[in-house]
């Protein structure tokens, strides 16, 4: 064959830069999954406030507010049952996204329900979540458990020496990520971006913002400009330097260290909930094949790719843990062999009664020592092997073992129903194709819009796609602390007189007079960052509105406040005011606070 001609080189590199190396789709999913867990975790005990009908926001407020919302689950009643059951299942999905079972399947449920949350209430909403529906949804037509899964250890396929993937879905998603960066550089058009290099130091004095670091961050003001420029300029380069095409892509590793960095350091001097976490796990689809190299070379050590495992051939249940006892805790080139091929090994598993592990030294563990042996083999899972060794040393693990032993027909015929062989690598058809095609479009085209949005208000979609872009978490706007930072943040005092005369702070949890100072961390006064995005966003509404918001969250805190307490100890009557402080010239913060409103507190329902 003859040489390649330039375009056709041009091709393969350009090829190369869109194709995602399978180890990273794998840490891809992992991270997501741990993003999407923390956030269920936060919104856990505030489901009935938040997505019910006796909450802070009911279905006819949310559907005026967002008339484009997202499909929501939660729209079809307002009771509480609908959110435990959405966030029950959202948790399922996660945790079969996270060790890779059915995965696709689990990430399309996830994108189903964390839709519905999103939809039924996007006053809590943050950039975070847009993400990781817009991720959640490219996952569903990718192989994301190709590796490091339930699925590919069933399934029994080792793909660590695959090429990388390449796919209309694989284009999708890392252009997703660099939108973000691009698009969110771009939206920063106030001159404290790109002309005082003030912006970092605003949002560090952001009282509800700021972290202990960050309040030590507000002295050194220089710094503060550096960052400024240095996140500014970080996020105009991104497509540059992680679609830079050097073979060994030494650039794109660079600017995944430094964009990486850039989002600890938000989390260090600044609350700003999972938004952080969910960036990680975008950036994690980056990671080129030759980090990857260099990790493995070292990850495993010689004896540990010496070790084997002995199962009982009569056993697939046992076949099973075996090969999944592997893909999470061995290197993928250890043998697993039925005991009865080898005379020696067969009649030791006979005697016992127990599977065989075979260490690097050519020494024989059996029953849960080999269990606890083997979960200590990986340099990452360590700490679950020690776990494992600690269970076995209080005398657990050999009874653990032995009911396993005994149950090994009815296991056997439950995995056999859960665990099913199918294929781990997905390729999708020219109709699916095209349509990722028409949707990487349209994400570009929304962002465009969302730029020019002043001089082109209505964009150049009608209202079907409009409303088609946000049902699906199509829409997106990568604004936080764009055009600027916010100057001003605070939070309510809702003070209540109760029925014995005293007057207590709802917003306090439990309830307790309110308090003379300001708390000198503001984001601790909040329950969860939630609340924090909720009451910031509607104490900066139009006054109207702003007062039909918190007219709601006060009736929501007098029900919980009134919920299983004597008639003469309930919330009569509550006034409401904001109050928090503006940031001035010098750093100084000026006070401010904003009478809300008073409100009778309504009866038992």
Not at 165 to 189: E, I
Not at 336 to 346: F, N, T, V
Not at 372 to 379: I, L, N
Not at 554 to 567: E, F, I, L, M, Q
């Amino acid at each position: 064959m003859g040489a390649r001609q330039p375009w056709e080189r041009f091709g393969a590199r350009l090829g190369g830069l869109f194709s995602i190396d399978l180890r990273s789709l794998a840490l891809f999913r992992v991270l997501l999954a741990i993003a999407i867990l923390y956030s269920a975790l936060i919104l856990a005990p505030d489901l009935g406030a938040f997505f019910t009908d006796q909450g802070v926001l009911d279905r006819s407020a949310q559907r005026a507010a967002a008339p484009y919302g997202r499909i929501s689950l939660l729209m079809l009643s307002g009771a509480l049952w609908p959110a435990v059951l959405v966030w029950i299942g959202l948790v399922l999905a996660a945790l079969a996204l996270l060790f890779g079972w059915r995965a696709r399947i689990a990430a399309f449920l996830a994108w189903v329900f964390y839709l519905s949350f999103a939809g039924r209430n996007g006053m809590i909403m943050q950039g975070g979540d847009s993400l990781i529906i817009l991720l959640l949804f490219w996952a569903m037509f990718l192989p994301v458990s190709a590796l490091f899964s339930v699925d590919a250890a069933i399934a029994n396929e080792d793909h660590r020496a695959a090429p990388p993937y390449l796919s209309a879905a694989t284009v999708g998603l890392l252009l997703q990520v660099v939108h973000v960066y691009v698009f969110g550089a771009l939206l920063k058009t106030s001159p404290i971006w790109r002309e005082d290099g003030a912006a970092v130091w605003l949002a560090i004095h952001l009282d509800s913002f700021a972290t202990p670091l960050g309040f030590w961050l507000r002295h050194f003001i220089l710094l503060t400009g550096f960052l400024t420029f240095f996140v500014l300029l970080l996020e105009l380069l991104a497509p540059c330097l992680l679609f830079f095409p050097d073979a060994r892509q030494r650039v794109r590793t660079v600017a995944l260290a430094m964009l990486a960095a850039m989002h600890v350091g938000f989390r260090l001097f600044l609350d700003i909930g999972h938004f952080w976490l969910v960036s990680l796990a975008s950036l994690a689809a980056f990671l080129p094949a030759p980090v990857w190299d260099r990790i493995a070379a070292r990850y495993w050590r010689p004896e540990q790719r010496r070790i084997e495992i002995w199962y009982d051939r009569d056993c697939g249940f046992c076949l099973k843990t075996a090969r999944l006892l592997r893909e999470f805790f061995l290197p993928r080139a250890v043998p697993i062999r039925p005991a009865q091929d080898d005379p020696r090994i067969g009649a030791l598993l006979e005697r016992e009664n127990s599977w065989v592990v075979v260490d690097g030294s050519g020494r024989e563990r059996l029953r849960w020592d080999a269990v606890a042996f083997v979960m200590r083999q990986s340099p990452l899972l360590r700490p679950l092997g020690w776990l494992a060794g600690l269970y076995g040393a209080v005398g657990l693990g050999r009874p653990t073992y032995r009911l396993i032993g005994n149950s090994r027909g009815a296991l056997g015929r439950l995995t056999g129903a859960l665990f099913r062989p199918r294929a781990v690598i997905f390729r999708p058809g020219r109709a699916v194709s095209s349509l990722l095609a028409l949707v990487i479009a349209l994400c570009f085209g929304w962002n465009m819009r969302e730029h020019f949005k002043d001089a082109a208000e209505s964009g150049p979609y009608g209202v079907a796609v409009q409303r088609a872009a946000g049902a699906f978490g199509f829409t997106q706007r990568w604004s936080m602390f764009a055009p600027y930072p916010a100057t001003a943040d605070g939070y309510p005092l809702i003070a209540a007189t109760m029925g014995g005369g005293s007057v207590l702070d709802l917003f306090r949890r439990p309830p307790a007079p309110p308090e003379a100072v300001a708390p000198t961390q503001v984001r601790d006064h909040f329950p969860s960052y939630r609340w924090r995005k909720y009451i910031n966003n509607i104490a900066f509404l139009p006054e109207e509105e702003r007062r039909e918001r918190f007219r709601a969250y006060a009736a929501w805190a007098c029900r919980r406040a009134n919920t299983d307490v004597a008639a003469h100890a309930r919330a009569l009557r509550v006034s409401i005011d904001f109050i928090g402080a503006r940031t001035i010239e010098g750093g100084r913060r000026a006070p401010i606070r904003w009478p809300i409103g008073a409100w009778d507190c309504p009866g038992p329902p």
